[in-house]
């Protein structure tokens, strides 16, 4: 079948035929996630403005040279022929010699410049740089990791569909593939997105690489996160600070976090008393997003991208969020203290009027962020949420 997608058009196979996705023996294309394709190409546009001269920026010899970008699992090359649309110099690669076909197809048909390769990532990001790498594989991206800071001089792009280890509800996945403690809480879209920065960032670490998220984003079923990298290990040593430890009682739903490399967790919660507390990380604990960045990204967004109404309510909710580890749930707060619950605009209103700050969280719902804890949130909100009852 024939996709519109932004600007392009691409050939790909109907998700209809009964291909199952990461089945290795067809090209897969996945249209639930041209959201997270069309925030791309705004990132990409708004990062070549960051770099001072478009998507032309000066080279070591004093000429101008476009901004590379490799898609590095490619499948059918839509990725690619966006990036290519948007004005980078596109290198598509795909071990599946159909899905290097497909690409060099549909680059063509687009009449777009770009290099098609046939290559396992690892091999390709062990032997080439590229001012921008694009990491959207079939569940975890850990095993591509390392090359792929070694092939990155300036943004890492990463996608994780493998939610479950990242959110600890597979535990023995997650400290396998992540190399950390995940834990499964009510926090957990925000669990599984700092566990991918955090691990991401020691692996660059071991390169003298920095990273900075100044764009991250835990949507339906992945956590993508847009890493700005600075090679020098000085930025790295200043990077592993902001890990740390995320402490959570299960029974009042009291949490705090600490930072640095070793956890000191509670006996007991200092809030109730309860034994039942468990300790998740080292995790991210740092700012997930630029804010004067997503700001940029969201300029970028066209209504022509399919889209662009959910993508411009995304940037408008990673603006406004708090800068807070962990979120809390609503409707489980008012489920544990046996109340009903208000409209969540009214509650957080509550804990403003209190003097707190608070904020929706970007994954919508009943989630919100904000710095005051779980017994000060009872003090404001139950209150005003007990009157709706009455």
């Not at 080279?59 to 290519?84: F, H, K, N, W």
């Not at 991918?196 to 990273?211: K, T």
């Not at 904020?359 to 949420?385: M, Q």
Request: glycine share 8%; net charge negative; charged share 25%.
């Amino acid at each position: 079948m024939r996709v519109s997608e932004g600007d392009v058009e691409v050939e790909a196979p109907d998700p209809r035929d009964g291909s199952s996705e990461g089945a290795g023996d067809a090209v897969f294309f996945n249209p639930e996630m041209e959201l997270n394709r069309d925030l791309t190409v705004a990132v990409l546009r708004a990062y070549a403005e960051r770099t001072d001269a478009g998507a032309a920026n000066v080279d070591s010899g004093g000429g101008e040279r476009t901004l590379s970008y490799l898609d590095a699992m490619t499948a059918t090359g839509v990725r690619a022929a966006r990036a290519a649309e948007a004005g980078y110099d596109v290198t598509a690669a795909d071990v599946d010699p159909e899905a290097a076909d497909l690409a060099r197809e549909n680059l063509a048909l687009n009449d777009l410049p770009g290099e098609v390769v046939e290559s396992d990532a690892n091999v390709l990001l062990h032997s080439e740089r590229f001012d921008v790498v694009d990491l959207d594989p079939f569940g975890t991206p850990m095993p591509f990791a390392d090359a792929a800071v070694a092939g990155t001089r300036k943004l890492l792009c990463v996608t994780a569909t493998d939610t479950a280890p990242l959110c600890g509800a597979h535990f023995d996945s997650g400290v396998r593939k992540y190399d950390t403690v995940p834990r499964n809480t009510d926090f957990h879209r925000e669990m599984g997105l700092r566990v991918l920065i955090g691990a991401l960032s020691r692996v660059a670490a071991r390169r003298d690489v920095a990273v900075e998220p100044i764009c991250s984003h835990a949507t339906r079923h992945y956590a993508r996160t847009y890493l700005d990298l600075t090679h020098k290990a000085t930025a790295a040593d200043k990077a592993l600070q902001w890990l740390g430890f995320v402490h959570h009682c299960e029974d009042c739903l009291y949490r705090e976090h600490e930072f640095g490399r070793i956890a000191h967790p509670p006996e007991d919660c200092p809030n109730c008393g309860s034994a039942r507390c468990s300790t998740a990380g080292p995790i991210w604990l740092g700012p997930i997003v630029d804010n004067e960045f997503v700001d940029a990204v969201a300029d970028e967004v066209t209504p022509n991208m399919g889209e662009w109404k959910r993508v411009s309510r995304l940037l408008d909710a990673l603006g406004a969020e708090l800068d807070t580890p962990t979120h809390y749930d609503q409707h489980r707060l008012c489920k544990q203290w046996g109340a009903p619950a208000n409209k969540l605009e009214e509650f957080l209103d509550d804990l403003r009027d209190a003097g707190y700050e608070a904020s929706p969280a970007h994954y919508g719902g009943t989630c919100f962020k904000t710095d005051a804890d779980v017994t000060e949130i009872r003090e404001a909100a139950e209150p005003a949420v007990d009157t709706t009852g009455e």
